[in-house]
């Protein structure tokens, strides 16, 4: 049997417009958003992993990961060029992760577990959820890459998604793993929930 040859693409190429300014230089735990994204990536399930971004910072972090950085000049043209730029490096794969780097409670055990249901279930999209509400990451196949590389703007693979309904499978996993870090507000409502749960 032909074993199947996953790529994950983190996204971290964002000009975060509702941040203010690079948000995934912000910390949580006492490190960056950036860090806990790449330490949310399993190493053995994937054969390449691929990091889009505009930050010469963040472009030498995925180095040290062993991964590979993939430079996005133009941030400007939304979530979709990012999306774009991750699916023609890694085309040759035959399914890709997608992974935002604003989920700093994202866990590699989830990560893995998301693909490990593709892997029984190559046909789907597969996607992280809690209690039915879908988040991510999200894994899709190959045969979606064209509807992928259309997106636009700051369309992303949610509207591949509503697409195809039927094609969806979702993974449980805690709620707290797909809060995301959009704004300050945000950020300093999860760091003073981090704060309280402290010992």
């Known amino acids: ?89 890694l085309s040759e794969c035959d399914a890709i992760l997608y992974l935002v780097s604003d989920q700093p409670l994202l866990d590699s055990a989830s990560v893995a577990r998301v693909v490990s249901c593709w892997r029984e279930h190559p046909q789907y999209i597969v996607g992280a959820a809690h209690n039915g509400k879908r988040g991510n990451p999200c894994i899709f196949p190959r045969e979606f890459y064209g509807e992928l590389l259309a997106l636009t703007e700051d369309h992303g693979g949610n509207s591949v998604i509503r697409c195809h309904p039927d094609r969806l499978l979702t993974v449980e996993v805690a709620q707290e793993e797909l809060t995301d870090v959009d704004t300050p507000k945000a950020l300093k409502d999860l760091q003073t929930q981090l704060g309280k749960q402290a010992p």
């Open 1 to 89: 049997m032909q074993t199947l040859k996953i790529g994950c693409v983190v996204m971290a190429a964002g000009n975060a417009a509702r941040f203010g300014k690079n948000k995934l230089a912000a910390e949580v735990n006492g490190k960056s958003l950036i860090r806990h994204a790449l330490e949310a990536v399993p190493k053995e399930p994937f054969s390449r992993v691929a990091v889009v971004t505009q930050y010469p910072e963040i472009a030498e972090m995925a180095r040290e990961f062993g991964f590979e950085p993939i430079e996005n000049k133009h941030p400007d043209y939304g979530i979709s060029h990012t999306i774009a730029l991750g699916t023609q490096a």
